[in-house]
C-alpha cells in the first residue's frame, strides 16, 4: 500500500492504493465516487470514462498510483456551480440522450472531451468519437442528438421528428 | 399540439437529473457496513466430473473467511424452473436439479464449484487460486442436434436424454397440415439459425446479502427486474425463508433485457452466505463472468414451409424447431420457444393451418432464457424471412404478398389458428405509414446512385406482431406458468396532498418514474411532481410481478389506474359530505370537486387534509385516510404491432453491410409519453441491428466459449446504426385495459432483424443468394455472393 494524492473535482485527496489498484476502484471505492461505472474488464465500454488533466482517460485502465499529482474531473463534477445541469448534462435530458443511466457518466464525459476538441462536430464525427462508449438502451440517436444540440446546432424537439 | 404534462406528454424524464450528476445508486454502489466480498470458482470446462476440490490452503490464505461447496449447501433446494411445459404425448417436460454450486458435475465453463469470501476482493482471489480441484473431462454435448441423436452423452446422468421436451403446436393440426402442405400450389422452405446472444445490460450483475440476528432477517440488493419474484423463487424454493423474514432490494438498475429477471445462483448464495459468517456478502460481476454467468437469448435452429394458392394465399405453415435450453433450465426458459413463439406464428396473416414443433434440448453451456422480445424475435425472424423468400419465389412483390394476406382491420378480434386472439390492429395502416416514411417510392432512384458507386444496395421490410402485456393468470397457469402474472399498485396520497404510488414493476431503463407519474398526475388533475413512484423494493411495495415482456404500462399501469380509480370514489364521497352534497352530483376534474349545477367547490388539497384530519368528515360511512391498492390480472395479452423497413449498402469487394437508413411504423395503441415510446424502439432497432449483423455468441466443439468479452462479442456501437425515423401514429387501442395501451419495449428488437436481412438479399438479388445466416458478417456475405456459403 503507498498513498496517493490526487485532486478530483477540484477537491485535494489522498487515499491508500495498491500498485495493482485502477483508478476507477480508487474513484469507487476509496473516495465514495460512485459516478463512474465499471461495465467491462477489457477497456471497451467507456462506462469508466474521466478527466484526468484534461484529457478523457477510461479510469478502468490507469492506475490510481499513476495518477498521482492529477487533476480528475469525474461525472460528480460536471455541473454547474448552483448545483444545475450543466450544458451537456441538460442537452441529455431534454433529448432522451439516457435510458439506464448506467453508461450515461462516461457519455457525458466522452461528450464533454469531445466538445473542448471539436466545439461543432458534425453527426460522422460524433459517432466516431463515441467509438469507445458502448450504450445498450438508447441506439445512440438520441446521444448524438444530446450532443448536437449541447454543441449550439440547432436539433428537432423529442418526438417532433 | 403536443400536450405539456398528463397523458401523450413527451414529459421530460425525472430521474435523469440523478443519473446525469453520477447520484444514481445502483446495486454495486451500495456497501454495507461490515461487508466482505465472495469470488466464485468457476468450471472451465464445459462438462467434467468433480473427484474431489481441497479448499484447505485457500482457507488458510490471508483474509479468508470460508470457502463454500455444494457441501455447504446439502440443506437448501435447488435454483427453481417457474414453468413447466407439457409435451405433446401429455407428459411434463424433464426438469433437472440445478444446485447452487456444482454437485458432482460440472456442466458449462462457468458452473460455479466454490466460492472463496474474504475480507477483500482481492484476497478472495487471490486465495482462489490455491483451490485444488480434481475435474475429470467429460466429452461436451454441444450441438443440438447431436445432443439428441441416440447414444449421446448426457448432460444430466439421471435424465433419460438430453430433450427437454417435444412439443407440438396445435397438436390436433398435425395432420392437417401436413395434408395441405403437401396438396399446395407453391411451397416456400427456408432453414435458418436464430444466433444465440448475450444480453449485456451494461450494469453487470451484483448481489450484496445481509443478515440481521436482532429481527431475523435477511436483506438482499440485487440487480433483478422483478424483486417480489426473487424473493418468492429464492426464499420459498431454495433457501426456506419466510417472505416476512426476506427484504429484496432492487434498486437504480443498469438495463435488464430479460436476463435480470430471472433468480441466480449468486443471490441465493449471498443471502445464505450472510447468516452463516454473520457478515454482509457482496458479490460483483466482471464482465468476463457475465458472459459465462448471464443467461443468454435465443438459439434456435429452424425449419419453415409455407404453403400457398396460386395467388399466394397462406394455406398452411409447419415449423421444426430445435431450442437450446442450456446446461439447467433458467426460470423461465421452457415458457419461450413454446408459448411466447409457437402462439405468434401467425402473425399478421390469416393463415388457416398452422403447426408449431419444438424441440428443447440440454447441452453444456450456459443457461439460455428470455432476452428482449423472447420468443416473439424468434417467431417474427422465421416468418418475415419465409415470407420474403415466398415473395421472391412467387414472383409477387413483397410488400403486396403480405397485403393479400393481412387480416383486415374489419376482421377484429381476431381468433388466430394458434390459440390467441388478437383484440385490434390495422397491419395495412402501418403498412402505409411505413412506405411513407421509409420513401420507398424513391429507393430506385437511390439504387441507381449506390450502383453508380459499385454498392449495392437493398430495401427490407418486415411486419411484426407481438404479444404483450404479460399476462392473465389463469390462462398462463393452464400453460404450465408457476406463477401468476398480475400486476399490483398502491397508491398513497399523503395529508397535505402529494402521492406516493407504490408499484410492482420495476424500472431499469424505462422510465417508470416519469411515465407512470404522468397517468396519475393526469387522473387527479394535479402536477405531475406531486406524485412520486416507489418501485423496487419488496418492503415498500405490493407484491407484484415485475418488468419484462413489455407489460410495465399495460399490466402494472393498468393497476396503477384501478387503485387511483378508488382513490377518486372516495374522494368524491369526502368531498360531498365537505360540500353537503349528494355524492352523485359530485364532478372531478383538474384537480377541483364541484357540485354540478352550483358555485360549491373544494380543492383536491382539502380533500386529503380532511381525510387525515377528520374533523369534519362521515366517520359514519367511511375510514379515516386516503391509500388504495389494486391488483390488476389482465384479460388478455396486447398485440402492438408495425411495419419495419431497412435499407443497405453492401460492398462486393468485402461484404460490408451498412444501415443506411431503418423506419418503424409501429402501432402501440395509446401513448403515455412519446419520447420515452421513440427511445424504446431506438434502443430495440439497435439491438436488431446487432443480431443481424454483429452479435454472436460462440462455442467451439469442446464447448469453450470463443466470445466471452467485448473483444470478440461485438456489440453496436454508434457507428453502427443510422439515424431512426419512428412513428407511432397508427394507433389502435387495447380494447381489454383501461389506458388502451399495448406496450412497447421490445418491439423494436422483434421486428427489425428480418427487415435488416430481407434488405441484404435485396441487395444480393442479383448474385442467387437466398438467405445468408445472422450475424451477417462481411465474411459471410462475401463467401454467400461466391457461393460459398
Ligand atoms: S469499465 Fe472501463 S472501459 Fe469498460
Ligand atoms: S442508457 Fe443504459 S447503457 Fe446507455
Not at chain 2, 421452457?334 to 393451418?353: D, F, Q
Not at chain 2, 386472439?421 to 421509409?438: F, N, P, Q, R, V
Request: with cysteine.
Amino acid at each position: 500500500m503507498t498513498k496517493v494524492s490526487m485532486t478530483v473535482n477540484g477537491k485535494a485527496v489522498s487515499g491508500e492504493a495498491e500498485g495493482r489498484t485502477l483508478l476507477v476502484e480508487f474513484l469507487r471505492e476509496g473516495q465514495g465516487l460512485t459516478g463512474t461505472h465499471v461495465g467491462c474488464d477489457t477497456s471497451q465500454c467507456g462506462a469508466c470514462t474521466v478527466h484526468v488533466n484534461g484529457e478523457a482517460v477510461k479510469s478502468c485502465t490507469m492506475f490510481a498510483a499513476d495518477a498521482e499529482g492529477a487533476e480528475v474531473t469525474t461525472i460528480e463534477g460536471m455541473a454547474n456551480a448552483d448545483g444545475s445541469l450543466g450544458t451537456i448534462q441538460q442537452a441529455f435530458q431534454d433529448y432522451h440522450g439516457l435510458q439506464c443511466g448506467f453508461c450515461t457518466p462516461g457519455m457525458v464525459m466522452i461528450a464533454a472531451d469531445l466538445l473542448k476538441n471539436n466545439p461543432n462536430p458534425t453527426e460522422h464525427e460524433i459517432r466516431d468519437y463515441l467509438e469507445g462508449n458502448i450504450c445498450r438502451c438508447t441506439g445512440y440517436h438520441n446521444i448524438v442528438k444530446a450532443i448536437q444540440a449541447a454543441a449550439g446546432q440547432s436539433v428537432p424537439a423529442v418526438a417532433a421528428e | 399540439m403536443p400536450k405539456d404534462s398528463g397523458i401523450g406528454a413527451s414529459s421530460k424524464r425525472r430521474e435523469d437529473v440523478r443519473f446525469l450528476t453520477g447520484n444514481g445508486k445502483y446495486t454495486d454502489d451500495i456497501n454495507v457496513a461490515g461487508q466482505s466480498y465472495a469470488h466464485f470458482v468457476r468450471s472451465d470446462v464445459a462438462h467434467g466430473r468433480i473427484n474431489s476440490i481441497d479448499v484447505s490452503a485457500a482457507e488458510a490464505a490471508p483474509g479468508v473467511l470460508k470457502v463454500f461447496t455444494a457441501a455447504d449447501f446439502a440443506e437448501v433446494g435447488g435454483v427453481p424452473c417457474g414453468w413447466c411445459v407439457t409435451d405433446r404425448h401429455g407428459n411434463p417436460m424433464q426438469e433437472p436439479k440445478h444446485p447452487v454450486l456444482a454437485e458432482g458435475k460440472v456442466r458449462h465453463v462457468g458452473d460455479p464449484y466454490a466460492v472463496v469470501v474474504a475480507e477483500s476482493l482481492s484476497a478472495a482471489r487471490d486465495a482462489a487460486e490455491l483451490i485444488e480441484a480434481d475435474i475429470e473431462e467429460l466429452e461436451a454435448v454441444i450441438d443440438m442436434k447431436a445432443a439428441v441423436a441416440d447414444g449421446a452423452t448426457k448432460v444430466h446422468d439421471d435424465l433419460t436424454s438430453n430433450l427437454c421436451y417435444d412439443w407440438g403446436f396445435v397438436e390436433e393440426n398435425r395432420e392437417a397440415v401436413d395434408e395441405a402442405i403437401k396438396g399446395a400450389h407453391h411451397v416456400t422452405t427456408l432453414e435458418l439459425t436464430n444466433n444465440r446472444l448475450v444480453a449485456n445490460p451494461m450494469e453487470p450483475r451484483v448481489a450484496v446479502g445481509e443478515y440481521d440476528p436482532w429481527k431475523d432477517e435477511h436483506t438482499l440488493y440485487t440487480t433483478s427486474q422483478n424483486p417480489h419474484v426473487i424473493r418468492l423463487l429464492m426464499g420459498a424454493f431454495v433457501l426456506g425463508i419466510p417472505e416476512h423474514k426476506l427484504r429484496v432490494i432492487a434498486p437504480d438498475v443498469g438495463g435488464g433485457f430479460g436476463t435480470k429477471i430471472f433468480h441466480y445462483a449468486e443471490e441465493a448464495f449471498c443471502t445464505f452466505a450472510a447468516k452463516a459468517l454473520k457478515r454482509p456478502v457482496k458479490w460483483t460481476s466482471s464482465r468476463s463472468e457475465a458472459f459465462i454467468s448471464d443467461a443468454h437469448g435465443r438459439d434456435h435452429v429452424t425449419k419453415i414451409e409455407l404453403a400457398m394458392d396460386e395467388e399466394g394465399k397462406f394455406l398452411a405453415l409447419r415449423t421444426d424447431t430445435y431450442a437450446n435450453m442450456g446446461a439447467y433450465l433458467s426460470t423461465f426458459a421452457p415458457s419461450v420457444p413454446t408459448w411466447l413463439h409457437g402462439t405468434l406464428m401467425a402473425g399478421n396473416y390469416i393463415t388457416p393451418l398452422i403447426y408449431v414443433n419444438v424441440k428443447a434440448v440440454f447441452t453444456n453451456t450456459v443457461p439460455v432464457d428470455a432476452y428482449r422480445g423472447a420468443g416473439r424475435p424468434e417467431a417474427t425472424f422465421q416468418l418475415e424471412r419465409v415470407v420474403d423468400k415466398a415473395a421472391r419465389e412467387m414472383g409477387i412483390d413483397p410488400v403486396e404478398l403480405r397485403r393479400r394476406n393481412f387480416i383486415d382491420k374489419s376482421q377484429f378480434p381476431y381468433a388466430t389458428p394458434v390459440a390467441v386472439e388478437y383484440d385490434t390492429g390495422d397491419y395495412h395502416a402501418t403498412m402505409d405509414k411505413l412506405l411513407e416514411i421509409s420513401d420507398r417510392d424513391g429507393f430506385e432512384a437511390r439504387k441507381a446512385e449506390s450502383a453508380a458507386r459499385g454498392k449495392l444496395r437493398g430495401f427490407g421490410v418486415a411486419h411484426y406482431i407481438e404479444a404483450c402485456g404479460i399476462a392473465p393468470s389463469n390462462l398462463v397457469g393452464q400453460l404450465g406458468a408457476r406463477a401468476g402474472l398480475y400486476e399490483s399498485a398502491t397508491v398513497r396520497v399523503n395529508a397535505t396532498g402529494s402521492i406516493s404510488v407504490m408499484t410492482g414493476s420495476h424500472s431499469h431503463g424505462q422510465g417508470h418514474e416519469t411515465s407512470f407519474a404522468q397517468v396519475v398526475a393526469d387522473m387527479l388533475g394535479i402536477d405531475e411532481a406531486q406524485v412520486d413512484i416507489v418501485h423496487g423494493d419488496t418492503a415498500r411495495t405490493p407484491m407484484g410481478m415485475g418488468t419484462y415482456g413489455s407489460r410495465s404500462i399495460a399490466v402494472g399501469g393498468s393497476a396503477m389506474v384501478r387503485a387511483t380509480e378508488k382513490i377518486i370514489a372516495k374522494a368524491k364521497k369526502v368531498a360531498s359530505h365537505l360540500m353537503e352534497a349528494s355524492e352523485s352530483d359530485v364532478e372531478f376534474a383538474n384537480g377541483q370537486f364541484t357540485v354540478a349545477g352550483t358555485d360549491k367547490s373544494v380543492a383536491w388539497g382539502d380533500v386529503c387534509l380532511a381525510a387525515y384530519v377528520p374533523h369534519n368528515y362521515p366517520l359514519e360511512d367511511i375510514e379515516p385516510g386516503l391509500e388504495e391498492t389494486a391488483f390488476y390480472d389482465p384479460a388478455n395479452f396486447t398485440y402492438p404491432s408495425g411495419g419495419y423497413a431497412c435499407e443497405v449498402e453492401v460492398d462486393p469487394e468485402t461484404g460490408q453491410v451498412e444501415v443506411l437508413a431503418f423506419s418503424a411504423a409501429d402501432d402501440f395503441g395509446n401513448v403515455i409519453n412519446p419520447m420515452i415510446v421513440e427511445g424504446q424502439v431506438h434502443g430495440g432497432v439497435a439491438q436488431g441491428i446487432g443480431q443481424a449483423l454483429l452479435e454472436n455468441c460462440v462455442y467451439d466443439e469442446n464447448g469453450q466459449l470463443l466470445t466471452g468479452s467485448y473483444m470478440d462479442y461485438a456489440m453496436p456501437r454508434a457507428y453502427d446504426v443510422p439515424m431512426f425515423t419512428v412513428d407511432h401514429s397508427c394507433q389502435t387501442p387495447c380494447t381489454h385495459n383501461p389506458l388502451g395501451v399495448k406496450g412497447c419495449g421490445e418491439a423494436g428488437a422483434i421486428g427489425s432483424p428480418p427487415a435488416i436481412v430481407n434488405a441484404v438479399i435485396d441487395a444480393l438479388s442479383g448474385h442467387g443468394v437466398e438467405h445468408i445466416d445472422m450475424p451477417l458478417s462481411p465474411q459471410r456475405v462475401w463467401a454467400a455472393m461466391h457461393g460459398k456459403g
